[in-house]
Structure formats: C-alpha cells, structure tokens
C-alpha cells in the first residue's frame, strides 16, 4: 500500500511507522499543493486492505478475500459531504451492493458488509467455479463474478445454458438446451423425466451429470477448439458477443450459424419467406429446410 501511494504521489511520505499519516505534495493542474492525509480513521482497516486511492483521495479500492480464498474488490467513492452522506460502493457481484451507513460508520463498517455480503455468495460461487474449471464454458466468454448464466458445451454444437440463482444456487437452474432437434431432443426428454432425481445437497454440475445422463466434455478430456465450430456464413466464432447458436437440424449437416448472420442471409434469398418474426428458407450448406427467428438483440 505505502508504496502504491507514494508511486502514485512521489511527494508524500509517511509520518509515522504504522503508515496512516501522509504529509507532502500533489500536483494538480501543475500546480503543487501541500496535503496531510490520514488514512484511514478507523482501526479495523488494514492498509493491506487498500488496493488503491486517487490523488483527490475521494475513490479507495479495497480488497477482500473470502472463506474460499477468492479475491475480491470493492470500490468506494466519498461524497462530498462525507461522511454525513454515504459513500458510493460498488463491486463485481451478481447482486446489488447495498451498505447501511450512519454519520458515525467508517470504512471499516463498508469493509465488514462487503465480506459478510461475500460469504452469502460463497455457494453461488463454488457451483459456478466447479462449472468454470471442469467443462468447456462457452459463454461469457470470460466469466465475472456477477454473471450467473453459463453454457455448458456438451458436445460438438450441443450445449445448456444454465441461469443460476444466487440465493439457492444448488437448486434446478433454468436450463436451456441448445443444438439440433435430433440431438437435442433426447436431452431434454432426459431432463424431463429424471427431473425427480435432482438433488440441492449436491452442485449443479453434479446433478445436470445425473440428470442428463451424460459426462460434460472438460479441458482435461477436450481441446476447446471442439466446440467453437465457427459460422457457417461469416466463418468467424465470434460474432461481438454471439456465438453460433443456430444448428441445421440435418443429421448430416448439423452446420452452426449466428442468428444474425443466418437471418439476413435468408432475408436475402428470394425463396425464403417470412412469418412475423420467423424466416423460413434453406440451409446454405445442405439445401434442407432451416428457420430462424429475428434476433432480437441487436446483431
Ligand atoms: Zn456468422
Ligand atoms: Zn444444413
């Protein structure tokens, strides 16, 4: 932390061995000014917990680490009448970052919500990171601690996507098979009938095994490559955030597409023809029947 400091502001130095008071200069619009800081009031607050503070000293970065040892980052802005109005705070969480604050609290009361709101999660957490490190994730494609959808490859253009709810996190998530109808098909009638069998004392990856009946392909069994088929239009994988999630329902063809992609060039074909929101035409690759609803994100 002193050294993070005073590489920030090579002009303040430490007055005293604990490292709390600052005195020196900061340069603002070329100016220098003196300052005296003292940093934090409070007691319960480590500096080892500060990650960083602006030169204004208004923005502090505080670190938290959780039971699991997952590292954790919470940003606080003072507002200007601190500390009679609460500071702003805000962190990578699935849920909304809400602190209770009196005139009398301290960061260190900031510090102390963050990680209790922290240890609520610590199951959310531990069924995603299970997901993470053992199957192929294909979206997001680089996952935050607030995302709570996964999916989960399954095999080559197969996957489920999972929503997983950060108050029950073990419980049956709402899932969403993805891939050709022939594949797919049996899959879901799986979920169906072995609904019965799922277990909250166990994850989710646990349970969607015995559900499904099947083993996730994970990187210790598969290259990922396996699984990010590019586009069958735009010969890319990714497409902005997209990933090709429109599979010809042809055994033989089982071609991946983006739905963007996949709908304008449908569009564009005199053949094809459109009801509503749904275009109705043919695979580009087999010729066989495919359809695709207008995306309604924008592509
Ligand atoms: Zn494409
Ligand atoms: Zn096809």
């Known amino acids: 932390m002193e050294s993070l400091l005073v590489k920030e502001s090579p002009l303040l130095l430490p007055l005293n061995k604990e490292k709390t008071v600052y005195d020196g200069f900061i340069t603002v619009q070329e100016r220098d000014f003196r300052i005296r800081i003292l940093l934090p009031p409070d007691h319960q607050l480590k500096l080892a917990k500060l990650v960083s503070i602006d030169t204004e000293f208004r923005t502090l970065r505080l670190r938290a680490e959780d039971s699991s040892g997952r590292q954790h980052v919470v940003t606080v802005k003072l507002k200007p009448k601190h500390p009679v109005e609460a500071p702003w705070c805000s962190a990578d969480l699935p849920v909304p970052l809400a602190m209770t604050w009196t005139p009398q609290s301290s960061l260190g009361h ?26 192929w994730v294909l979206e997001p494609e680089k996952p935050s601690r607030a995302d709570t959808m996964r999916r989960i490859a399954i095999a080559n253009n197969v996957s489920i996507k999972v929503e997983v709810d950060t108050r029950h996190p073990k419980m049956l998530p709402e899932c969403c098979l993805l891939g050709a109808e022939h594949v797919v098909t ?9 609904m019965h069998l799922w277990n909250p004392d166990c994850s989710i990856l646990q349970n969607l095994r015995d559900v499904l009946e099947i083993e996730f392909p994970s990187p210790a069994t598969h290259e990922k490559s396996s699984f990010s088929a590019e586009c069958g239009i735009c010969y890319a994988y990714r497409l902005e955030s997209a990933i090709p999630d429109q599979v010809c329902n042809d055994p033989r063809c089982g071609q991946p597409f983006h739905q963007a992609c996949l709908y304008e060039w449908l569009r564009g074909l005199p053949s094809s023809r459109q009801s509503f929101n749904i275009v109705f035409g043919e695979c580009p690759y087999c010729s066989k029947p495919i359809t695709v609803k207008m995306s309604t994100q924008k592509p």
């Open 110 to 135: 900031v510090h102390t919500q963050f990680l209790l709101l922290l240890e609520s999660l610590a199951e959310f957490w531990a069924v995603l990171d299970e997901i993470d490190e053992k199957t």
């Open 186 to 194: 049996p899959l879901r009638n799986k979920l169906n009938a072995n």
